[in-house]
């Protein structure tokens, strides 16, 4: 089992900055490909961005590739996203998530809720004026 605990979530006016954090325990990090999602009121669960689990390919939705950026440090057991310039189509939950490839799989990342196998319980961010 491995628990993801998510921070760093808040309100923010639109054109600033946020770095929100995911901290794993209960596993070797180092086993699963990192994921962040979010979710918008009224809305699904949409991907926003992976990283494969030496941290070297990063992999983004296309809406938010030049805005935000994830990374990861085995060693800290935690994952991170960047995020710029936000907006107010930003605020949603955001959720932290890991998952394994299968034995043979050559995936790096995954861009699909059915890929990853643990979850965190999310943390808000809200862009408002």
């Known amino acids: 089992q491995v628990q993801l605990v998510e921070s760093g979530g808040g309100s923010v006016q639109p054109g600033e900055s946020l770095t929100l954090s995911c901290a794993a325990s209960?596993?070797?990090?180092?086993?699963?490909?990192m994921g962040w999602f979010r979710q918008a009121p009224g809305r699904e669960r949409t991907f926003i961005a992976s990283?494969?689990?030496?941290?070297?390919?990063?992999y983004y939705d296309w809406s938010v590739k030049d805005r935000f950026t994830i990374s990861r440090d085995n060693a800290q057991n935690t994952v991170w996203l960047q995020m710029n310039s936000l907006t107010a189509d930003d605020t949603a939950v955001y959720y932290c998530a890991a998952g394994r490839t299968s034995l043979g799989s050559i995936k790096e990342v995954f861009d699909q809720e059915w890929e990853y196998e643990f979850w965190g319980q999310g943390t808000q961010v809200t862009v408002s004026s």
């Open positions: 990283i494969s689990k030496s941290g070297g390919r990063p």
């Open positions: 209960g596993h070797t990090f180092s086993d699963f490909i």
